[in-house]
């Protein structure tokens, strides 16, 4: 019913920067919050970034200052724009999006994931 396709991974060098992409598809009356979690090797996975409906937005320690998360509702996309990344900053990124779909219901909805390399 929805679709959460993500874009824009990849490797760069550390201080670098990325944008991630993730759009959102299928029976959608509307999107609550939308956000970026990542899982390193080893790790759990951790909240990056979170955005509201009203553009409200809430960011994990680690990535405050160098890392910006915003979305287009008009095309159902979220972006996380990544300055000045690091090392530690290497991981997989997933999308998320909280959902109404047509017909009333309500869920939490994921992306396949976006690997991001950060090193020399």
């Known amino acids: 019913q929805v679709q959460l396709v993500e874009s824009g991974g990849g490797l760069v060098q550390p201080g670098g920067s990325l944008r991630v992409s993730c759009a959102a598809s299928g029976s959608i009356f509307s999107i609550n919050d939308m956000g970026w979690y990542r899982q390193a090797p080893g790790k759990q996975r951790e909240l990056v970034a979170v955005i509201t409906n009203g553009g409200s937005t809430n960011y994990v320690d680690s990535v405050k200052g160098r890392f910006t998360i915003s979305r287009d509702n008009h095309k159902n996309t979220v972006y996380l724009q990544m300055n000045s990344l690091k090392p ?33």
Not at 98 to 116: A, K
């Open 88 to 120: 530690e900053d290497t991981a997989v990124y997933y999308c998320y999006a909280n959902i109404w779909l047509v017909g009333g219901s309500t869920g939490d909805y994921w992306g396949q994931g976006t690997q991001v390399t950060v090193s020399s």
